[in-house]
């Protein structure tokens, strides 16, 4: 079993900074690419970035310049890097990974629980 647990999330006044962290722990052989997704009352789960297991980062359009995501593979560990916040930022922050665990060749994607982040004065 599998398990990501998402921290950082919380209340930050626009144009400030937050910084997410994502650890997997549990059951596991590999880890290949990790994501970031937001989704926001009542629209649809949206991806924010994502980062390959050679360090290649992609951005969603809205963020690019401003979040920076990386990743620590001895702690199995996706980092969100948020800054200049906007209210439109404001969102339920999942995280992502596929997947491989021991006894297995078969990548799978897992997800965490989600971590509020609310960008308001």
């Known amino acids: 079993q599998v398990q990501l647990v998402e921290s950082g999330g919380g209340l930050v006044q626009p144009g400030g900074s937050l910084r997410l962290s994502c650890a997997a722990s549990g059951n596991i052989r590999n880890i290949a690419g990790m994501r970031w997704y937001r989704q926001a009352p009542g629209k649809q789960r949206v991806l924010v970035a994502t980062?390959?297991?050679?360090?290649?980062?992609n951005y969603a359009d809205s963020v690019k310049g401003r979040f920076t995501i990386s990743r620590d593979g001895a702690k199995n560990t996706v980092y969100l890097q948020m800054n200049s916040l906007k209210p439109e930022d404001t969102a339920v922050y999942y995280c992502?990974?596929?997947?491989?665990?021991?006894?297995?060749?078969?990548?799978?994607?897992?997800w965490g629980q989600g971590t509020q982040v609310t960008v308001s004065s």
């Open positions: 992502n990974a596929q997947v491989t665990t021991s006894g297995s060749w078969v990548a799978s994607d897992y």
């Open positions: 980062i390959n297991s050679g360090g290649i980062t």
